[in-house]
């Protein structure tokens, strides 16, 4: 029996060499001296993390992801807290089509919503590519909001919202002094939750770009094409500290089970 | 003048009516429990009055004003939950003063208020305590500090005692009837358990199937239940449904086939359309002797099972009117088989709808 | 709470889908039966009778199946040990299989670039000892878009694998041995069925994911195309917009029959009923 697990043990260490050792490779690279990626380089050198601010399109993609991924964050909450609070408060007719309506965005595929609107919040609402952008962040961004919020609501005694009521306080007076307070941790863990599903995504905003306008990932993609120096591999060295960063925080607020239920 | 009066209430969920022209009257100064099993609708009515619900038609009045239309955060009740409902975020000053500071009373009268209450609840010192690090009673005499602190006009209590254990669970209704008493306050008390109720109310209200069956002091319901429901609700067994009902010499006469008994008048033989005699195990005999005695109905039987309770034992005993259940104090018990006449002190009979 | 309230709260959320997702989808769905104003399934005869955009349709398919019966494979062991570690160590496993999820899937998929190029990490490692003589052509394959995909999604299947497993109670394996089933049979009756639900769950996100994924074949699939790029290619490349359309169509039918017949297996196949 020891023997068995000994085995599963060696294979899970490899599983996650195979997970992991690929970003640990491009890290290293990034340090590269030469103009092609090595591995293992050949020296030592920040030259390729210089070069991502001298790449003026790195620098303005990234200001449009940040820009995009915040303020379309920003909608989502403010479209995704009411109903998510809706959903989780009341039982009403139509409760489960509604919840599908919410969910649907992470149902149907990244790549066919980006087309769909292109096709239609682009070309035939006439929006420009930046709100177009915007928006389309915030659709993706909403399942995730509600879906986070929504299951740090399930854990909120509604006794507790209808005391401040009884108490004197009015419907919007208890939300915010007694509902938000106590899903604080829920809603920040959604935004980040959301925020990184939003920065990384390609599906949507391969077809969101023109003069001018595009994300990080896009630009990361075409860049790619082009050029295979160490530049993309010290950009992802630091979109991995960012990752690292959120997902700290992330478990902290509400611990890692949210990824492991469905 | 009643201070509350529910007028001809009904509650519907779904098309489906909870209470259906519920009529409640409550005095100045009262502690009224509703007592019934779950869904009886005594929860709906205690969150109808609070204004968590609204009625469907009738009335509901208080102080001589109509509330039936006034939001829940206007009426300036006091209301203690089942689970508390603490502020999770808030410490035990801040819970209690979260009243006072909707208010907009001043800092130094919340502070001299919440104190005193605190004191009331015997939980000064607590004051910046969370309400995680509390005991189930403490937390329940926090909530119940924040219900009073605001001074309402009307005190709910929503099954408040249900999550404590059995000791603390009395302390605690003690404590709740100390408090409401000093402060005079007028409160409405729901629970299932019918011993807290009992103990603590100056009325009790037995409710089922959204109707109040009865409404009457502890000691009146106990001896004299007015229908069958709260007669086995409240503990008596054995029932007897007899076909006539007729008036004698100043007693009650009461015939089912052959049998003939008499009750004395008493409350609990005033129920003029009551045919259905009501008794509980400790109220009836059994006994091997023959001899007529005095003030009792007798009846034939047989013991069909004897149990030991420890003080007493009991039988049940099989008669031509069905098995009647009876607990009798002795040395040494019957034996299951044995003939026995079984005694109806008529001064205990109590007729029931 | 009034019914006008809780309208209030949803409408905003709603609005805001039905006009920037909904409607779109709609659309473009509709949009696929029309041509010059008037009715046509032009389209989908074309799709289904063109031997190259079957041909995608197959590669799709083919890697999507191979990619989802791999993480399917690896990722069910690796998960049962993960599920029956302490909890310090199942933390730190979870956390690491999350962290390359939540990691953008372009900096995933450049990686397996450098990896897997002509002189790429593998070949060079091949070539130094001496076990090829010339490079392989691994890189702009289907089989390095597998690679990618099974990369992208094992992380997937074992997180998902192990919050059914961890609910287990392990007591269950202990009475099935108590009845005499050795500890391999006990974890073919007990463990396997118990997390077939979660299997079903897990392989639904990997196939469904590997059959729409973009990022992973753009970088690794080079001039192999799978239906993601191929829709890609015709909206933007070949501003064929009636044909994208058609392929973004049979993209979402195709998911909803994937989720809608896998969930209909699950029901029946798990053993709680």
Request: glycine share 8%; hydrophobic share 45%; aromatic share 10%.
């Given at each position: 029996m020891q023997e068995k697990n000994r085995g599963l043990a060696l294979?899970?260490?490899?599983?996650?060499?195979?997970?992991?050792?690929?970003?640990?490779?491009?890290?290293?690279?990034?340090?590269?001296?030469?103009?092609?990626?090595?591995?293992?380089?050949?020296?030592?050198?920040?030259?390729?993390?210089?070069?991502?601010?001298?790449?003026?399109?790195?620098?303005?993609?990234?200001?449009?992801?940040?820009?995009?991924?915040?303020?379309?964050?920003?909608?989502?909450?403010?479209?995704?807290?009411p109903a998510a609070y809706a959903l989780s408060r009341f039982d009403f007719r139509g409760k489960g089509i509604l919840n599908g309506?919410?969910?649907?965005?992470?149902?149907?595929?990244?790549?066919?919503?980006?087309?769909?609107?292109?096709?239609?919040?682009?070309?035939?609402?006439?929006?420009?590519?930046?709100?177009?952008?915007?928006?389309?962040?915030?659709?993706?961004?909403?399942?995730f909001i509600i879906r986070v919020i929504a299951s740090s609501l399930s854990n909120f005694d509604f006794a507790i919202e209808e005391a401040a009521l009884s108490l004197g306080a009015g419907r919007l007076e208890t939300f915010f002094k007694v509902v938000l307070p106590n899903i604080r941790s829920g809603i920040i863990a959604a935004i980040l939750i959301a925020f990184l599903e939003s920065f990384n995504n390609v599906d949507i905003s391969v077809f969101m770009t023109g003069p001018g306008v595009s994300t990080l990932p896009i630009q990361m993609l075409t860049y790619v094409e082009n050029n295979f120096d160490p530049t993309i591999a010290a950009i992802s060295v630091l979109l991995m500290i960012l990752t690292a960063i959120l997902m700290f925080i992330i478990e902290r607020l509400m611990g890692l089970s949210y990824f492991t239920k469905r | 003048?009643?201070?509350?009066?529910?007028?001809?209430?009904?509650?519907?969920?779904?098309?489906?009516?909870?209470?259906?022209?519920?009529?409640?009257?409550?005095?100045?100064?009262?502690?009224?429990?509703?007592?019934?099993?779950?869904?009886?609708?005594?929860?709906?009515?205690?969150?109808?009055?609070?204004?968590?619900?609204?009625?469907?038609?009738?009335?509901?009045?208080?102080?001589?004003?109509?509330?039936?239309?006034?939001?829940?955060?206007?009426?300036?009740?006091?209301?203690?939950?089942?689970?508390?409902?603490?502020?999770?975020?808030?410490?035990?000053?801040?819970?209690?003063?979260?009243?006072?500071?909707?208010?907009?009373?001043?800092?130094?009268?919340?502070?001299?208020?919440?104190?005193?209450?605190?004191?009331?609840?015997?939980?000064?010192?607590?004051?910046?305590?969370?309400?995680?690090?509390?005991?189930?009673?403490?937390?329940?005499?926090?909530?119940?500090?924040r219900a009073l602190v605001i001074q309402p006009d009307l005190l709910l209590f929503d099954e408040p005692l249900s999550n404590l254990d059995a000791n603390l669970r009395i302390n605690m209704r003690v404590e709740i009837?100390?408090?409401?008493?000093?402060?005079?306050?007028?409160?409405?008390?729901?629970?299932?358990?019918?011993?807290?109720?009992?103990?603590?109310?100056?009325?009790?209200?037995?409710?089922?199937?959204?109707?109040?069956?009865?409404l009457d002091d502890p000691a009146t319901i106990f001896k004299y239940p007015k229908t069958e429901f709260i007669a086995r609700f409240i503990g008596f067994t054995n029932f007897i449904d007899?076909?006539?009902?007729?008036?004698?010499?100043?007693?009650?006469?009461?015939?089912?086939?052959?049998?003939?008994?008499?009750?004395?008048?008493?409350?609990?033989?005033?129920?003029?359309?009551?045919?259905?005699?009501?008794?509980?195990?400790?109220?009836?005999?059994?006994?091997?002797?023959?001899?007529?005695?005095?003030?009792?109905?007798?009846?034939?039987?047989?013991?069909?099972?004897?149990?030991?309770?420890?003080?007493?034992y009991q039988y049940v005993v099989e008669t031509e009117l069905g098995d009647f259940t009876v607990n009798q104090e002795m040395e040494t018990p019957y034996k299951t088989g044995l003939n026995v006449n079984l005694l109806f002190p008529k001064d205990k009979v109590v007729l029931v709808d | 709470m009034r019914k006008t309230g809780l309208y209030l709260l949803l409408l905003p959320g709603v609005l805001f889908l039905t006009l920037f997702m909904v409607i779109p989808i709609v659309m473009t769905i509709?949009?696929?039966?029309?041509?010059d104003g008037s009715f046509t399934i032009q389209g989908y005869l074309q799709f289904l009778t063109d031997a190259y955009f079957l041909k995608i349709m197959l590669t799709t398919l083919q890697v999507s199946l191979v990619t989802t019966i791999a993480c399917v494979l690896i990722g069910f062991p690796a998960a049962y040990y993960i599920s029956k570690l302490g909890p310090r160590k199942k933390g730190i496993l979870l956390?690491?299989?999350?962290?390359?999820?939540?990691?953008?899937?372009?900096?995933?998929?450049?990686?397996?670039?450098?990896?897997?190029?002509?002189?790429?990490?593998?070949?060079?490692?091949?070539?130094?000892?001496?076990?090829?003589?010339?490079?392989?052509?691994?890189?702009?394959?289907?089989?390095?878009?597998?690679?990618?995909?099974?990369?992208?999604?094992?992380?997937?299947?074992i997180i998902t694998l192990v919050g059914v497993m961890e609910n287990i109670d392990p007591d269950l394996l202990k009475a099935a041995e108590s009845l005499g089933a050795s500890k391999l049979t006990a974890f073919w009756k007990v463990i396997v069925p118990l997390s077939v639900p979660g299997l079903i769950i897990g392989s639904i996100l990997v196939f469904v994911g590997s059959l729409t994924a973009y990022t992973t074949p753009a970088l690794l699939g080079g001039k192999q195309r799978v239906i993601s790029t191929f829709l890609y290619q015709n909206a933007i490349t070949l501003n064929d917009w009636h044909l994208a359309s058609v392929i973004a169509t049979i993209m979402i039918v195709i998911t909803f029959v994937v989720i809608y017949f896998m969930n209909k297996l699950a029901t029946k196949l798990n053993p709680k009923g």
């Open positions: 294979f899970t260490s490899l599983v996650f060499l195979f997970l992991l050792g690929p970003l640990i490779i491009i890290s290293f690279t990034s340090f590269e001296p030469g103009s092609v990626l090595k591995f293992p380089p050949e020296g030592f050198s920040w030259r390729w993390y210089e070069n991502i601010f001298n790449v003026e399109m790195f620098m303005t993609t990234f200001k449009t992801s940040m820009f995009v991924s915040l303020f379309g964050n920003l909608l989502a909450l403010l479209l995704g807290i309506i919410f969910i649907s965005p992470v149902l149907i595929p990244g790549i066919v919503m980006g087309f769909a609107m292109l096709k239609y919040v682009i070309v035939v609402y006439n929006l420009p590519i930046y709100a177009g952008l915007l928006v389309g962040h915030t659709v993706l961004m909403l399942p | 003048m009643a201070l509350l009066t529910l007028d001809n209430v009904s509650v519907a969920y779904d098309n489906q009516y909870i209470l259906q022209n519920f009529n409640l009257n409550i005095e100045k100064g009262q502690l009224i429990s509703l007592l019934g099993p779950s869904g009886c609708g005594k929860t709906t009515t205690l969150r109808l009055i609070a204004g968590f619900l609204e009625a469907k038609d009738g009335r509901f009045m208080f102080e001589g004003k109509d509330y039936t239309r006034v939001p829940v955060n206007k009426r300036n009740f006091g209301f203690v939950f089942q689970s508390y409902a603490l502020f999770p975020h808030l410490s035990v000053f801040d819970n209690v003063a979260f009243g006072l500071r909707l208010r907009k009373i001043n800092e130094t009268e919340v502070k001299t208020r919440v104190q005193q209450i605190l004191e009331v609840v015997s939980l000064g010192g607590y004051e910046k305590r969370f309400p995680k690090e509390l005991s189930g009673g403490q937390r329940q005499r926090v909530a119940i500090a009837r100390r408090i409401q008493q000093e402060l005079g306050i007028t409160t409405v008390y729901v629970s299932h358990d019918q011993e807290e109720c009992f103990s603590i109310s100056d009325q009790v209200a037995i409710m089922n199937k959204g109707v109040i069956e009865q007899f076909a006539e009902r007729t008036e004698q010499n100043g007693e009650i006469g009461l015939r089912v086939g052959d049998h003939h008994f008499t009750a004395s008048k008493n409350p609990g033989t005033a129920n003029p359309s009551g045919k259905k005699c009501a008794m509980r195990p400790d109220d009836l005999l059994v006994t091997t002797e023959e001899s007529a005695e005095l003030g009792m109905n007798r009846l034939r039987g047989t013991v069909k099972v004897s149990t030991f309770l420890g003080r007493s | 509709a949009s696929t039966f029309y041509q956390a690491l299989a999350i962290f390359p999820l939540l990691t953008s899937s372009v900096v995933r998929s450049f990686s397996w670039m450098i990896i897997l190029g002509k002189k790429g990490l593998l070949n060079s490692s091949l070539l130094a000892i001496g076990l090829i003589d010339k490079p392989l052509e691994i890189l702009y394959t289907p089989t390095a878009m597998m690679i990618g995909l099974i990369h992208l999604f094992l992380p997937l299947i």
